[in-house]
């Protein structure tokens, strides 16, 4: 059995209106019949189209893959199933929608996309970058399949599931005082500097908050900026200094702006996570794309 401009027809009608109810009255057709063309659509693909959030149906990523092409070729079957393989046992390519918090969207994720790519040149990837609640927002929304955060997660709607170890730095221009001192920082030192910290809702906000203010007991002074890059930037010029990812400031101790301090404080690092709505189920691609880092700690 082949698919069939009927099976195409429902399917695009379920993925406009978001249920087998609304796209029978539309097609016009009973609901236990769409629902069963649909599964029969499934069947024969090998794979989920929707994800299935109560009575909602959305789309996900292959189902996302299939809806252009259904759309504008119902009337050329023979041209989907060639072009997706159908014959030959090969799966659809996914359309991934993946949420990050800043850290993880600038500095780690393009290379796991890039990755991911080399092996599945037909998977599309859009990458959404967003502070960790903004994200959270959005993978609740299901406006993305799945979000990786820096900081902690307590919605209660979401899977959350630890994804890697981040160890922190606390960094410096070169010329500050502190960085030319040869001596261990102090606690006392530490905390009458200037702290350059990200916005509230940011997970390295957050993280830095949980790691280093129970030892710093509070900033004698602080400056908030609302990126990443603004506050490497900042430190090496000398405004003050930070405590961010290892990834982040790599390119900067490269250059020889930044600088990583030598300081009483114990080994800093926050958990990663990764989380998408509990009704979820993640493509291969998606699994792949995120698969939890274990050896490759950010250190």
Not at 145 to 164: K, N, S
Not at 208 to 217: K, S, T
Not at 247 to 273: F, H, I, K, N, W
Request: aromatic residues 4%; charged residues 20%; glycine residues 8%.
């Amino acid at each position: 059995m082949k698919i069939t401009l009927r099976q195409l027809q429902i399917f695009v009608a379920i993925a406009e209106h978001g249920s087998t109810t609304a796209a029978a009255e539309q097609i016009p057709l009973s609901q236990s019949a769409t629902s069963a063309a649909l599964a029969e659509l499934e069947l024969l693909l090998g794979t989920s189209l929707f994800d299935r959030i109560g009575k909602r149906l959305s789309l996900n990523e292959t189902g996302r893959s299939l809806l252009e092409a259904a759309r504008g070729t119902l009337n050329g079957v023979e041209e989907i199933e060639r072009n997706f393989g159908m014959g030959e046992g090969r799966s659809l390519p996914a359309w991934i929608r993946l949420g990050a918090s800043t850290t993880l969207g600038n500095y780690v994720m393009p290379e796991r996309i890039a990755k991911l790519l080399r092996t599945e040149p037909l998977t599309q990837v859009q990458m959404r970058i967003g502070n960790t609640q903004e994200i959270i927002n959005a993978v609740q929304r299901l406006d993305v399949d799945a979000g990786v955060i820096e900081g902690p997660c307590h919605a209660d709607d979401l899977d959350v599931q630890p994804w890697g170890i981040d160890a922190l730095v606390v960094v410096a221009s070169p010329e500050h005082k502190l960085a030319r001192d040869s001596q261990r920082c102090s606690i006392e030192a530490l905390r009458s500097q200037r702290w350059l910290v990200r916005e509230a809702g940011s997970g390295t906000r957050e993280s830095v908050d949980n790691v280093l203010l129970p030892h710093l007991g509070g900033f004698s002074s602080s400056m908030q900026l609302g990126s990443t890059e603004a506050i490497k930037q900042a430190v090496g010029a000398g405004l003050g200094i930070a405590c961010l990812s290892s990834c982040s400031v790599q390119d900067l101790l490269a250059l020889g702006r930044l600088t990583v301090l030598t300081t009483e404080l114990p080994p800093l690092e926050r958990m990663l996570y990764c989380i998408a709505h509990r009704s979820k189920r993640f493509s291969a691609s998606l699994t792949r794309l995120l698969e939890p880092m274990t050896s490759e700690s950010m250190r």
